[in-house]
């Protein structure tokens, strides 16, 4: 009989087993977690409503240092492969403008289908097992070696446990979420392997900004487009809604932006971001109604400006421009009004840093993925697999890292 030790019970380590399970009947099944559940990370994507997958489905979802051959693995699992899987798990799903959750909007549901699954399937968890080492032998077996905790007469002891496996499947995730028991021990495995790397950062977060403005605008929740720019060459943006932090910014466009500013700070760049926080109107259109306004009412810049912008960011980009709220806006030269509009238009900000590990969603880098063949099987270790957040591949929001967890864990389980 096969024996398949899985190190990590998380999206992509339960597919991967289940996968496996269903291919081949005869084969045993160990999944090796370090934590007291499995699926923790499940739990909370999605603010615990877990958004599974999405209809729309491109290598442009999807970022790598080695990307070329992603299109290739996203038609071996589509977006229906993996709602009819969790279809014959017994558990429903519903398409939210083409964001895939279950039906019961629970995160718990997924979790608990996949579990109950492999227990169906007799796949067994080891819980509280931190694996230690994974050595290829020569015998095309492998020697896995983890510190098991256990409990004896009331106290929480170590144990070691050697696993012989025929073959291997690290699944043990990334940084991110550190809090939920993310530590990076799958990396320290794969260098310990010699498969080549890319620094891991994190993705998906906030980016903390040099300016101390932004106090004033905290709790701000606006459409803007953001722009992020590494030595002043502009690399990606988008659009959406923007939130303002005491620390700087946060939202769905600014972490779709933010492993760009991880990389192009940790390589020593320069990095900023152009904020555009009325993006459905011109510099002239927002200075036309300035002027308008200002005739209408003869009011101060600070209550024009309240009936265009949200309030507390009227107070950031006042204190930014440096004008007084209580000035009249008749009495404001041409230069100040030129001022305030290309600062609520073209919001220049430098970044210092992004929110680290334990507030990142995902992370970026990992095992290059020319390390491994189509079917995520290491090259030059035959019986030793990578898949889901371990490999340099991290997505968009929007389903986009669940689905790329499926997908590596269905194609390497089957292969196994």
């Known amino acids: ?32 977690e370090h934590g007291a559940k499995p699926g923790r990370k499940i739990l909370a994507t999605g603010n615990g409503r877990c958004n599974l997958t999405n209809e729309k489905l491109d290598s442009e979802c999807f970022r790598s240092h080695d990307g070329a051959g992603i299109e290739g693995w996203l038609k071996m699992c589509q977006t229906k492969d993996v709602i009819d899987m969790f279809y014959e798990m017994g558990m429903l799903t519903y398409d939210k403008g083409g964001y895939i959750y279950p039906y019961s909007r629970q995160a718990s549901t997924v979790n608990d289908t996949l579990i109950k699954q492999c227990e169906r399937l007799g796949i067994k968890f080891v819980l509280d097992a ?11 077996t492998f020697k896995v070696l983890a510190s098991i905790g256990y409990e004896e007469d009331g106290v929480r ?20 979420y550190s809090s939920l028991g993310s530590d990076g021990s799958g990396y320290k495995i794969a260098k310990s392997l010699g498969l080549k790397m890319i620094p891991s950062v994190p993705a998906l977060t906030g980016l903390k900004c040099r300016e101390n403005v932004y106090k004033l605008g905290a709790g701000v929740r606006t459409n803007a487009k953001i722009s992020l720019y590494v030595d002043h060459e502009m690399v990606c943006e988008d659009e959406g809604e923007l939130q303002l932090t005491e620390y700087g910014i946060s939202g769905i466009p600014v972490f779709q932006v933010s492993r760009f500013a991880s990389y192009g700070l940790l390589d020593g760049c320069k990095v900023h971001v152009n904020i555009d926080f009325a993006p459905e109107y011109t510099k002239e259109e927002l200075k036309d109604n300035i002027y308008k306004f200002s005739k209408i009412s003869d009011d101060t810049i600070g209550n024009i400006l309240d009936g265009m912008i949200n309030c507390k960011l009227k107070d950031m980009v006042l204190a930014y421009c440096r004008i007084e709220g209580n000035v009249k806006a008749s009495d404001l030269s041409f ?9 609520i238009k073209n919001y220049y900000s430098v970044v210092i840093e992004t929110n680290d590990f334990s507030q990142a969603q995902v992370c970026a880098g990992g095992v290059r993925l020319s390390e491994v063949n189509g079917n995520f099987e290491v090259i030059k270790l035959p019986g030793l697999y990578i898949v889901g957040e ?27």
């Not at 024996?3 to 998380?10: E, M």
């Not at 230069?335 to 600062?343: T, W």
């Open 1 to 32: 009989m096969t024996r398949l030790i899985i190190v990590g019970a998380g999206a992509s380590g339960m597919m991967a087993a289940i996968s496996a399970a269903k291919a081949n009947k005869d084969i045993d099944i160990i999944i090796l």
């Open 130 to 140: 931190h694996v230690l080492e994974v050595e290829p032998g020569d015998d095309k």
């Open 335 to 343: 230069d100040e009004i030129e001022k305030i509009v290309a600062c």
């Open 157 to 176: 002891k170590k144990k070691r446990e050697c696993y012989i496996a025929d073959k291997v499947i690290l699944a043990c995730g990334g940084k991110a």
């Open 390 to 416: 371990l490999l340099d591949v991290d997505g968009i929001c929007g389903g986009y890292n669940l689905h790329w967890a499926w997908l590596t864990g269905i194609i390497a389980g089957r292969d196994v």
